[in-house]
């Protein structure tokens, strides 16, 4: 996807490219593209007159912030403490053999999935739990993880 | 409709309170993140729909007069009993059931709705015993004390008109037109409220220091609602089913310490806190009990919201402070203090959102009031978020001093499928661990400390004899590793150093002088990080060494994991009285370690074994164990 400078405009806009809102700036051009773009990156550190060192020192800082296009389905593991003794791992180790993606892996080739290991997702009373794009799961085991790879799988014509 | 004066709200309060007194068929859906992930929206949407396609009449938002002939659908805020949701309370029977799908809601307004019979498949049934009034004869919620929750549940989270009609923003009119700013903190001071966010400091000290400073060119009100510790939820309970409570409590003491301008600090992981508080926000400013002249006092403060980005280390203060200015979130070195230099170098009141939520009612009801609830040196009550292995799970709120005892037991109803108690981890990452000799322990900051471990925000996260501490340890120094800012070079080489070592001893590679090496690398980390996060980071592991020092040298001399969690020190088995000789194990097995025939009890070859689990996760009559 090609950088839109006329969106990035107008967030810059919304926020009067204001110094102290970079962050804010930053998580809703996350928000069209997924991702930080590298020119947008650019563009935003010349509009709010920061240096581009300062703003990937930012970037690069806060977990939310990714500089690699995200899959179309970003898989929100969470192994907070909560989900943790409830055996997140088995979770997770089903996800990664039901999208066929490794430990370490970001973004799946097809760019379908997006694997992200989270440390609290705040429904902790129904442990274990995952998150595809902003819905949550709960009480996850493998074998309903591996059927919710499936769906997503189906969803998405693959 | 903005009110210009207290008259003007007077009265809209009284309309507002005829309007709600007056509905009297309601469907309460329990909106809470717990409820949510269990599907509750979808119920909430299928009520409208059903009720529409019935031509009963619906109501979604406050009517402008008294009717009682409505069915008003809600979203209220946490319930508590997480495990049970989606939950849905149906007035005027207080009637609550559990579990609900979308698909029962038909059946739910056929018969209860309309016809005031009881669905009795989804009424909670435990042991028996069915319990239709949930939240008054439900042993999970007797022994709480719900005063900071006392509207979760019973309106409208989203509506700023049911909670002016329940009483809320009294304690703003009141701090506004009959207190000082003086009296205010003297209220706060008096009440001995102390901050909820994990230190305890007592809320009027802060208040007063920060009001005793000018306010040339500003002075911030700041709310940390960057609730990062695993486990822990009650922050954000608070917000998604109460947020007009905490907005409230920002705005007194804005007008405490003479300040204009506040920020809620909220992470990102909390969409739906997000976009509650943004409506609540809106919502306050329409009416004017936010933003210039409140009220018509004279008075201005305003809100914006400044959404954390995934950083743990955030929650702590001048490390929040420098991503509020858009910085990167490293602490800073102190003195100075926030109070004297906080954002933008301006003096700040920093509390969290639990803190916010009890001024309203010290405020309205007096701290002499708020001081009987509670222990001496910890007034007031205290939310958890009770996970882990424990049946009951969900958010509670108890007075300060309540026992583990009865809040694992009584409240909790114990441990999940009658596992054994073992300990529980209190004040996430930064805490530690509670253990059976604490079961008695009166919960409160100052005995809690003592116990070397910390109330914290209020994670408490049970745990059963098949979780194995040294694992544990090693979670949180994975954890503590990863969020590391990386500013201090102690918390940022030694927890991974602890981290290995851990790993290694998980692993069955432990020695013994590992031990003392953890002892003595946890000791400077905590001597020589700068901020909460560094100097807290080792705790779990020393906590664990301090009360589980026989499991750590059962792994390093034995190389035996008595809860049997740590795969490399375990040998899978099968009990040959269980088997049935299926041979799915055998099947399965990727490295052909099974051996057995037809209908005889298999056996697995220990050398040959990966130790992948599989046979174990298969088998049709549990037969398979780790020992």
């Given at each position: 996807?090609?950088?839109?400078?006329?969106?990035?405009?107008?967030?810059?806009?919304?926020?009067?490219?204001?110094?102290?809102?970079?962050?804010?700036?930053?998580?809703?051009?996350?928000?069209?593209?997924?991702?930080?773009?590298?020119?947008?990156?650019?563009?935003?550190?010349?509009?709010?007159?920061?240096?581009?060192?300062?703003?990937?020192?930012?970037?690069?800082?806060?977990?939310?912030?990714?500089?690699?296009?995200?899959?179309?389905?970003?898989?929100?593991?969470?192994?907070?403490?909560?989900?943790?003794?409830?055996?997140?791992?088995?979770?997770?180790?089903?996800?990664?053999?039901?999208?066929?993606?490794?430990?370490?892996?970001?973004?799946?080739?097809?760019?379908?999935?997006?694997?992200?290991?989270?440390?609290?997702?705040?429904s902790?009373g129904l442990?274990?739990t995952?998150?595809?794009?902003?819905v949550v799961h709960s009480k996850?085991?493998?074998?309903?993880?591996?059927?919710?790879?499936?769906?997503?799988?189906?969803?998405?014509?693959? | 409709?903005?009110?210009?004066?207290?008259?003007?709200?007077?009265?809209?309060?009284?309309?507002?309170?005829?309007?709600?007194?007056?509905?009297?068929?309601?469907?309460?859906v329990c909106s809470g993140t717990g409820c949510m992930a269990a599907g509750s929206k979808a119920v909430?949407?299928?009520?409208?729909?059903?009720?529409?396609?019935?031509?009963?009449?619906?109501?979604?938002?406050?009517?402008?007069?008294?009717?009682?002939?409505?069915?008003?659908?809600?979203?209220?805020?946490?319930?508590?009993c997480c495990e049970l949701g989606p939950l849905v309370?149906?007035?005027?029977?207080?009637?609550?059931?559990a579990h609900v799908t979308a698909?029962?809601?038909?059946?739910?307004?056929?018969?209860?709705?309309?016809?005031?019979?009881?669905?009795?498949?989804?009424?909670?049934?435990?042991?028996?015993?069915?319990?239709?009034?949930?939240?008054?004869?439900?042993?999970?919620?007797?022994?709480?004390?719900?005063?900071?929750?006392?509207?979760?549940?019973?309106?409208?989270?989203?509506?700023?008109?049911?909670?002016?009609?329940?009483?809320?923003?009294?304690?703003?009119?009141?701090?506004?037109?009959?207190?000082?700013?003086?009296?205010?903190?003297?209220?706060?001071?008096?009440?001995?409220?102390?901050?909820?966010?994990?230190?305890?400091?007592?809320?009027?000290?802060?208040?007063?220091?920060?009001?005793?400073?000018?306010?040339?060119?500003?002075?911030?009100?700041?709310?940390?609602?960057?609730?990062?510790?695993?486990?822990?939820?009650?922050?954000?309970?608070?917000?998604?089913?109460?947020?007009?409570?905490?907005?409230?409590?920002?705005?007194?003491?804005?007008?405490?310490?003479?300040?204009?301008?506040?920020?809620?600090?909220?992470?990102?992981?909390?969409?739906?806190?997000?976009?509650?508080?943004?409506?609540?926000?809106?919502?306050?400013?329409?009416?004017?009990?936010?933003?210039?002249?409140?009220?018509?006092?004279?008075?201005?403060?305003?809100?914006?919201?400044?959404?954390?980005?995934?950083?743990?280390?955030?929650?702590?203060?001048?490390?929040?402070?420098?991503?509020?200015?858009?910085?990167?979130?490293?602490?800073?070195?102190?003195?100075?203090?926030?109070?004297?230099?906080?954002?933008?170098?301006?003096?700040?009141?920093?509390?969290?959102?639990?803190?916010?939520?009890?001024?309203?009612?010290?405020?309205?009801?007096?701290?002499?009031?708020?001081?009987?609830?509670?222990?001496?040196?910890?007034?007031?009550?205290?939310?958890?978020?009770?996970?882990?292995?424990?049946?009951?799970?969900?958010?509670?709120?108890?007075?300060?001093?309540?026992?583990?005892?009865?809040?694992?037991?009584?409240?909790?109803?114990?441990?999940?499928?009658?596992?054994?108690?073992?300990?529980?981890?209190?004040?996430?990452?930064?805490?530690?661990?509670?253990?059976?000799?604490?079961?008695?322990?009166?919960?409160?900051?100052?005995?809690?400390?003592?116990?070397?471990?910390?109330?914290?925000?209020?994670?408490?996260?049970?745990?059963?004899?098949?979780?194995?501490?040294?694992?544990?340890?090693?979670?949180?120094?994975?954890?503590?590793?990863?969020?590391?800012?990386?500013?201090?070079?102690?918390?940022?080489?030694?927890?991974?150093?602890?981290?290995?070592?851990?790993?290694?001893?998980?692993?069955?590679?432990?020695?013994?002088?590992?031990?003392?090496?953890?002892?003595?690398?946890?000791?400077?980390?905590?001597?020589?990080?700068?901020?909460?996060?560094?100097?807290?980071?080792?705790?779990?592991?020393?906590?664990?060494?301090?009360?589980?020092?026989?499991?750590?040298?059962?792994?390093?001399?034995?190389?035996?994991?008595?809860?049997?969690?740590?795969?490399?020190?375990?040998?899978?088995?099968?009990?040959?009285?269980?088997?049935?000789?299926?041979?799915?194990?055998?099947?399965?097995?990727?490295?052909?370690?099974?051996?057995?025939?037809?209908?005889?009890?298999?056996?697995?070859?220990?050398?040959?074994?990966?130790?992948?689990?599989?046979?174990?996760?298969?088998?049709?009559?549990?037969?398979?164990?780790?020992?």
């Open positions: 996807m090609k950088t839109d400078f006329k969106l990035i405009d107008s967030i810059l806009g919304k926020y009067g490219s204001d110094k102290s809102k970079i962050i804010a700036i930053m998580q809703d051009v996350q928000k069209e593209y997924r991702y930080l773009p590298e020119d947008a990156l650019m563009y935003i550190a010349q509009e709010v007159g920061v240096s581009p060192a300062k703003l990937y020192g930012v970037a690069t800082f806060y977990e939310n912030f990714s500089l690699d296009a995200k899959g179309r389905y970003v898989i929100k593991c969470c192994n907070g403490t909560a989900c943790h003794v409830r055996k997140s791992d088995d979770v997770q180790k089903a996800l990664w053999e039901a999208t066929g993606m490794t430990p370490g892996q970001h973004t799946s080739e097809d760019g379908i999935f997006t694997i992200e290991r989270v440390s609290c997702l705040g902790c442990a274990p995952v998150m595809v794009n902003d996850m085991t493998p074998e309903k993880m591996r059927e919710l790879v499936a769906e997503i799988k189906k969803e998405a014509n693959i | 409709m903005r009110f210009n004066n207290v008259n003007d709200f007077k009265t809209a309060q009284k309309q507002f309170s005829a309007i709600l007194g007056a509905e009297k068929n309601k469907v309460l909430y949407e299928r009520f409208i729909e059903v009720l529409k396609e019935e031509g009963l009449p619906v109501s979604v938002a406050m009517e402008k007069e008294p009717h009682e002939g409505y069915f008003n659908v809600k979203k209220c805020g946490c319930i508590g309370r149906i007035d005027p029977y207080d009637l609550f059931y698909d029962d809601v038909p059946e739910i307004v056929e018969k209860t709705l309309k016809n005031g019979e009881v669905v009795d498949r989804l009424v909670v049934d435990e042991d028996g015993v069915s319990y239709p009034h949930l939240t008054t004869d439900f042993p999970f919620y007797k022994g709480q004390v719900r005063n900071l929750m006392e509207h979760c549940g019973n309106i409208s989270a989203e509506s700023i008109e049911e909670y002016i009609a329940a009483g809320g923003y009294n304690a703003l009119c009141k701090a506004l037109f009959e207190m000082t700013p003086e009296a205010i903190v003297e209220e706060v001071s008096a009440s001995g409220l102390r901050g909820r966010g994990g230190a305890g400091f007592p809320a009027g000290k802060k208040w007063s220091q920060v009001a005793a400073l000018p306010a040339d060119p500003v002075k911030y009100v700041v709310c940390n609602a960057d609730e990062g510790d695993p486990g822990a939820f009650m922050d954000c309970s608070v917000m998604e089913g109460d947020p007009h409570r905490m907005i409230e409590g920002m705005i007194i003491c804005a007008l405490a310490v003479g300040s204009e301008v506040g920020y809620i600090y909220v992470r990102a992981e909390y969409p739906q806190a997000v976009a509650r508080l943004s409506l609540a926000i809106e919502q306050a400013r329409a009416y004017g009990l936010l933003g210039e002249n409140i009220l018509g006092s004279g008075k201005n403060f305003d809100l914006s919201l400044s959404k954390g980005a995934g950083a743990f280390v955030c929650g702590e203060g001048s490390a929040l402070a420098n991503s509020i200015e858009g910085k990167r979130g490293t602490p800073r070195p102190k003195p100075p203090r926030l109070v004297d230099k906080g954002v933008f170098d301006r003096p700040t009141v920093l509390n969290n959102v639990e803190t916010f939520a009890n001024v309203p009612m010290i405020i309205e009801k007096g701290a002499a009031w708020y001081t009987s609830v509670g222990t001496e040196g910890s007034p007031g009550t205290k939310t958890f978020s009770l996970t882990g292995n424990i049946k009951h799970t969900g958010l509670i709120e108890v007075p300060m001093g309540t026992t583990l005892r009865t809040i694992i037991y009584d409240i909790g109803g114990g441990l999940k499928e009658d596992r054994v108690f073992k300990a529980v981890q209190i004040g996430g990452p930064s805490g530690g661990c509670l253990t059976e000799q604490h079961l008695d322990l009166p919960l409160d900051f100052d005995s809690v400390k003592q116990a070397g471990a910390i109330i914290g925000s209020g994670g408490l996260v049970v745990m059963g004899t098949d979780t194995c501490m040294v694992e544990i340890a090693r979670f949180f120094m994975n954890f503590t590793k990863k969020e590391s800012c990386g500013k201090c070079t102690t918390c940022r080489e030694g927890v991974p150093r602890i981290q290995a070592i851990l790993e290694r001893i998980t692993m069955g590679q432990g020695k013994m002088e590992d031990l003392d090496m953890m002892k003595e690398l946890a000791d400077t980390i905590k001597t020589c990080s700068l901020c909460g996060l560094g100097k807290t980071a080792p705790n779990p592991v020393l906590s664990t060494m301090r009360y589980f020092k026989d499991e750590y040298i059962a792994h390093v001399q034995d190389k035996r994991c008595p809860a049997g969690v740590c795969k490399d020190l375990c040998i899978f088995r099968i009990d040959q009285s269980k088997c049935i000789g299926c041979t799915k194990c055998a099947r399965n097995c990727p490295v052909d370690a099974i051996s057995g025939s037809l209908k005889q009890p298999h056996h697995i070859d220990v050398d040959k074994c990966i130790k992948c689990g599989t046979c174990k996760a298969g088998c049709p009559v549990h037969a398979i164990e780790e020992v």
